[in-house]
């Protein structure tokens, strides 16, 4: 194959990526998929889409090799091909951002503008929760918590938030993280926490950056195959008890 043959088709590929991500929903549904494996159904209530349209989106994402799909019973589950979809989306919002100077009103309008405090990194994170400084809140879906959470890590939903505040001891800090730097759910919850008196923060990245770096997380296939091994630990100690 000729120089020229090589070079058309690797950018013919990469175009078929490119084409992938030029729907605002099947952006939308990336993101939705980064925070954990996901089925048509639950995607298409998230999104506000019809399961046929969902089902289309998904086939394009599929086609482009950014999405998998594994089977489980009757059910179909979706996620990331690779965690280097998540770099690209993160890539993509950052040099939009840049070059769009409406992304910047939104995002401090919404995000940034909201929170005067600098939201703490994975790194400071990190390093609190191994000295147990911190009180982690995820205040994404209880859905999105199941297939998978920052470790250490407690579900609260925004929506529920005013409910747990007797849970949190107010001698630790309390971190809120949700989806990604643009989510808002963190910020709601910031602000929710600061007005009861709290010191808290938000958490700088979302659960996808965090499980993406390699950072400890506890994720839905982990504890099955926890649960998995304990159960036989159970059957193998009943074996020699009868033994």
């Known amino acids: 194959m000729k120089h020229r043959e090589v070079k058309n088709q690797l950018f013919s590929l990469w175009a078929e990526a490119g084409k992938a991500l030029s729907s605002p929903k099947r952006l939308e549904l990336l993101d939705l998929i980064a925070q954990g494996e996901r089925t048509v159904e639950e995607l298409a209530h998230e999104s506000g889409l019809t399961i046929n349209n969902t089902s289309s989106h998904l086939s394009v994402l599929k086609r482009a090799h950014l999405i998998e799909r594994r089977k489980e019973g009757q059910s179909v589950y979706h996620r990331l091909a690779t965690t280097e979809v998540v770099t690209l989306l993160r890539s993509l919002q950052a040099v939009s951002r840049k070059g769009f100077h409406e992304i910047e009103h939104l995002t401090q309008t919404y995000l940034d503008g909201r929170d005067e405090l600098e939201p703490l990194t994975a790194s400071e994170l990190r390093d609190r929760l191994r000295k147990r400084e911190v009180t982690l809140i995820d205040v994404?879906?209880?859905?999105?918590?199941?297939?998978?959470?920052?470790?250490g890590a407690i579900s609260v939903p925004v929506e529920k938030l005013k409910a747990r505040f007797s849970e949190f001891p107010r001698s630790k800090p309390v971190i809120a993280y949700c989806r990604g730097p643009y989510c808002v759910f963190a910020v709601d919850a910031v602000e929710q926490l600061r007005k009861r008196g709290f010191k808290s923060f938000r958490l700088a990245v979302g659960y996808p950056d965090w499980a993406a770096a390699g950072l400890p997380v506890e994720q839905k296939e982990v504890a099955t195959v926890r649960k998995a091994k304990s159960v036989r630990g159970a059957l193998s100690k009943k074996r020699r008890s009868v033994a």
Do not use: K, L, N, S
């Open 140 to 151: 994404r879906p209880e859905v999105e918590y199941r297939a998978g959470h920052i470790e």
